[in-house]
Nanobody, 123 residues
Framework: QVHLLESGGGLVQPGGSLRLSCAAS????????MGWHRQAPGKQRELVATVTSGGDTVFADSVKDRFIISRIAPKNSIELRMNSLKPENTAVYFCNARGLMRDGLRLTDFSSWGQGTQVTVSS
């Protein structure tokens, strides 16, 4: 299994910044992509940002000028830096990782989710 440990989040005023981190551990054979999704009350989960093993990034249109996603040390860890936060960014943020997992002598596809961390933007 592959486990994701999330950290960061909390309460911040509009215009403020927060940093989310996520570390993947377990039987990882190869990590293709990691990223963050979010789910606001009454809404579907949506993509926020992803980064591939090669460093390619994808952002939701609503955040691409304000958020930065990057791979960080230690290995298999990412960081999402959120700047100029708005009340509409309030949501539970979930880390996701996809790749190949070691299963005995085989490599099998996996997609794992973290438990989520609350981000609240409010004055």
């Amino acid at each position: 299994q592959v486990h994701l440990l999330e950290s960061g989040g909390g309460l911040v005023q509009p215009g403020g910044s927060l940093r989310l981190s996520c570390a993947a551990s377990g039987n990882i054979g190869r990590l293709h992509l990691m990223g963050w999704h979010r789910q606001a009350p009454g809404k579907q989960r949506e993509l926020v940002a992803t980064v591939t093993s090669g460093g390619d990034t994808v952002f939701a249109d609503s955040v691409k000028d304000r958020f930065i996603i990057s791979r960080i040390a230690p290995k298999n860890s990412i960081e999402l830096r959120m700047n100029s936060l708005k009340p509409e960014n309030t949501a539970v943020y979930f880390c996701n990782a996809r790749g190949l997992m070691r299963d005995g002598l085989r490599l099998t596809d996996f997609s794992s989710w973290g438990q989520g961390t609350q981000v609240t933007v409010s004055s």
